[in-house]
């Protein structure tokens, strides 16, 4: 029997909830484990971080001057490097400070922020190393989730669906709430993977799985503007989990231009 592929899981600025998704697969993840070795999951083992690793799944934004550091040395030892989640994909809703000033955050909030080291931005995985694929969510699907670590040790591209929202609650028989009820809800330019949950009790989509592909944005803010959505309330919907998601993060305000093209490759 040949060795096992080696699996690590890996976190940066975030909330854990993506890797609590992982673990919640519990007896779907029994199918798989004798198939391979997890080398790094500080939320499930110990393990020391050590050699190099066939998939590596990453939770979280980078934030700090360390993280950068991490995440390069993560890349090195990767094969197939995955970004898990909102924070990871779009840089999560700490991004929010990529809009401000981080500096007077640091200002009001500790006693001494020069003791602080921080970077003036939160930002997803691919703007500093190469990503093989991206899993969105907030938090990720745990079927997609499976899906992916399935087609990655098979050596196949994940089956994972592009289309938006909109298409679901369709499907699913859902009335449309901005036609029926004026709801402003961000449906036709999500991708999916939610299960229309919001939709299904009446209320309009938060963009939790970030914008879908060959979806028009600036159409959607358009049209709710005519109908009389707020200015604050619009951007408030767009601000969110994927607030720095290209699609999302200039919808409604100037991104800043301290911040405009701040990636490292």
């Known amino acids: 029997m040949g060795k096992k592929p080696r699996v690590g899981v890996f976190k940066?600025?975030?909330?854990?909830?993506?890797?609590?998704?992982?673990?919640?697969?519990?007896e779907e993840l029994l199918e798989i484990a004798d198939r391979v070795e997890v080398a790094y999951f500080l939320e499930a083992t110990r393990l020391p971080l050590t050699g190099s690793f066939d998939l590596a799944l990453v939770e979280?934004?980078?934030?700090?001057?360390?993280?950068?550091?991490?995440?390069?040395?993560?890349?090195?030892?990767?094969?197939?490097?995955?970004?898990?989640?909102a924070c990871a994909t779009a840089g999560g809703i700490q991004a929010l400070r990529?809009?401000?000033?981080?500096?007077?955050?640091?200002?009001?909030?500790?006693a001494t922020p020069e003791y602080?080291?921080?970077?003036?931005?939160?930002?997803?995985?691919?703007?500093?190393?190469?990503?093989?694929?991206?899993?969105?969510?907030?938090?990720?699907?745990?079927t997609q989730l499976l899906e992916l670590i399935s087609?990655?040790?098979?050596?196949?591209?994940?089956?994972i669906p592009r289309h938006s929202v909109c298409i679901d609650c369709k499907r699913a028989g859902i009335t449309c709430l901005p036609v029926a009820y004026g709801v402003p809800c961000l449906g036709p330019v999500t991708q999916s993977g939610c299960g229309v949950l919001c939709p299904s009790y009446n209320r309009g989509c938060y963009g939790c799985f970030g914008p879908a592909q060959l979806t028009n944005v600036q159409g959607l803010v358009q049209a709710y503007r005519r109908a009389g959505v707020p200015e604050d309330e619009l951007d408030r919907l767009f601000h969110t989990f994927n607030a720095w998601a290209p699609g999302f993060r200039e919808s409604?305000?100037?991104?800043?231009?301290?911040?405009?093209?701040?990636?490292?490759h």
């Open 98 to 110: 990529n809009f401000a000033s981080v500096h007077e955050f640091l200002r009001l909030v500790y």
């Open 252 to 264: 409604t305000r100037p991104v800043p231009k301290e911040t405009e093209g701040n990636t490292e």
């Open 12 to 26: 940066f600025a975030s909330c854990d909830g993506c890797q609590l998704s992982l673990l919640d697969c519990e």
């Open 151 to 159: 087609a990655t040790l098979a050596g196949r591209r994940p089956n």
């Open 60 to 85: 979280g934004s980078i934030s700090t001057p360390e993280q950068v550091e991490q995440i390069h040395d993560i890349r090195a030892r990767s094969r197939v490097l995955v970004t898990i989640g």
């Open 116 to 142: 602080v080291e921080t970077l003036a931005t939160s930002t997803p995985i691919a703007d500093h190393v190469p990503v093989d694929f991206e899993l969105r969510g907030c938090p990720v699907n745990k």
